[in-house]
């Protein structure tokens, strides 16, 4: 009975290290390989914009977020700008894993952490969003906002996203409204020149963003919509007209609080601005 005893102790333990030995390093192997597959993708676009995204939401936003989760591997289905039943499985499904409150809201917090695992994402799949906009009868106004929005991404050399560019006509909007059209243009211009400095971030939004860099975010003007004028400044600035003469800065000396801005070097006034090095 004793030798039956040891011969069981015996084979449990060689059961339990073929298991180990067998079973572990194929698990560890797909997750790795899980890990891994994401990366063959090439390029990284900026990301989301302020909106927070949840069930029922519909556009850019929400092809984006698809686009990321799909490559991450959170999302199977179809890409069609949609946020439905699926995508709220694949976002709480995130939001679990990377530990977040799995509430499928797409807020700051998941937009920034969603952000940072998909780096190396880029848009693979036409935007179905913008097919849909014409058809019916109440389908004009939209229509016509795509259109000015092509107009603005044809211009776009240095590849942003709409986002960023619905972010800089914002600034420019809540920046230069009532300007002349060459000083919206130059303040677009003070943008991109910035984003081309290496002092500064290297995205429209994080260098509109930058603590105390614009009074329109400060005042919450940033989130007003902008108008025709001020995206078509947008666009000239993306085509390379810079009437700020390669300025990184810009300052109204009515309402200028900051000593320092005015120590830069002055290049021109246009308007009610003046821009400077």
Known sequence: ??????????????????GIRYLLPGNAATESSAERTPQVEEKA???????TVKYGSYGQDVYELQGRLKYLGF??????????????KSVKWFQSEFGMKADGVVGAETKLKLYNASTKWSPTEPPLHKD????????????????EQDNMGSANALGLSEN????????????????????Q???AAVILNRVKSPSFPSTPSGVIFQPGA??????????LEPNAQAKKAVEQALNGWDPSGGCLYYFNPKTATSKWIWTRPQVKTIGQHIFCM
């Open 1 to 18: 009975m004793r030798k039956m005893n040891l011969w069981l102790f015996t084979a449990i333990l060689l059961i339990s290290a073929l």
């Open 45 to 51: 676009l900026p990301t989301f914009s302020s909106n």
């Open 75 to 88: 999302y199977n289905g179809k890409i069609d700008s949609n946020f439905g039943s699926s995508t709220l």
């Open 132 to 147: 849909s906009a014409g058809g019916g009868g109440g389908g004009g106004n939209n229509n016509t906002a795509d259109k």
């Open 164 to 183: 960023e560019l619905k972010i800089m006509a914002n600034a420019v909007y809540g920046e230069a409204r009532g300007e002349p059209f060459e000083g």
């Open 185 to 187: 243009v130059a303040v």
């Open 214 to 223: 614009f009074t329109a975010v400060a005042d919450g003007q940033i989130y």
